[in-house]
């Protein structure tokens, strides 16, 4: 299974994409813009300062709890996904690949040191003890768009270890999955008897490589989503269905 956004908007955080698989907000930075702007890494860490509080308190929703119990059952190796929300894993399933990383982690750019991202709340807390912001909406993975010019004064902590730059720990628009993780997730679609595609448009190529790899070693390919994708014309299924009451459809089946 390779799994999207749309797996996650039961659990109250919203997808990126519309049914035409067109951007429903604003593009999320950019790896190259935060490395470079301390303006773009404090826009960054106020919006996701706040959209945390909320992001952190989702609870595995119906498409979670199937998928888990699928693999409980035997019928999924291994499950590959685009989110970054950890909740698959809070479902159930062991044999995850988080393809785009952990929110629940940030990690140094120097020297590599890991944190969990609740440490990371606090310490950016007593920063901006006196810091506010108006919210205006949540936005994908932990995003909150706040009132215009209000990170200008949000500070942002320096690595505990060596003073360097602090990252989420997952992979950002524009930054290259790990190369360990694309040959996991390649070795486990080698093995697959079938892929599905699971609450993705995979417009983006992190995904969409695993639905040409899969179509061109003759796998079958099934998706679940809401709206087109950039696979439905490799799909032997296709069903445009909510991933929760499509999955639930398959375990009472079962």
């Known amino acids: 299974v390779l799994s999207g956004a749309g797996v996650s908007t039961a659990s109250g955080i919203p997808d990126y994409r519309d ?3 067109e951007w429903k907000h604003s593009q999320p930075i950019q790896y190259g813009d935060f490395v ?3 303006h773009a890494r404090k826009r960054y860490w106020a919006r996701s300062y706040v959209g945390w509080r909320r992001f952190s308190t989702a609870e ?3 498409a979670h709890r199937a998928l888990a119990g699928f693999e409980e059952a035997g019928k999924v190796e291994k499950l590959i996904t685009q989110n970054v929300d950890r909740l698959h894993s809070r479902a159930g399933n062991r044999r995850v690949i988080d393809l785009h990383g952990d929110l629940g982690r940030v990690r140094c750019l120097g020297c590599g040191d890991v944190q969990a991202r609740d440490e ?3 310490q950016l807390g007593a ?4 810091w506010h912001a108006a919210v205006f909406r949540y936005k994908p993975d932990g995003d909150a768009e706040l009132a215009a010019g209000s990170h200008e004064d949000f500070a942002v902590p320096d690595c505990r270890s060596c003073d360097g730059i602090v990252n989420p720990d997952v992979v950002m628009f524009g930054e290259a999955v790990p190369t360990e993780r694309v040959a996991a997730a390649g070795a486990a679609v080698e093995r697959a008897d079938a892929l599905l595609f699971d609450g993705t ?3 983006v190529f992190s995904g969409f ?3 040409r790899q899969a179509s061109e070693l003759g796998k079958p390919i099934a998706i679940v989503n809401r709206g087109r ?16 009451a499509a999955l639930g459809a398959v375990v009472q089946s079962m």
Request: charged share 30%; aromatic share 6%; net charge negative.
């Open 19 to 21: 049914r035409d698989g």
């Open 36 to 38: 470079r702007s301390e």
């Open 60 to 62: 595995p929703n119906a």
């Open 120 to 122: 990371f709340q606090q």
């Open 127 to 130: 920063a901006n003890a006196d």
């Open 201 to 203: 448009s995979l417009m």
């Open 209 to 211: 490589r695993f639905a």
């Open 229 to 244: 994708t950039r696979a439905d014309e490799l799909a032997t299924l296709k069903i445009d269905a909510d991933c929760g």
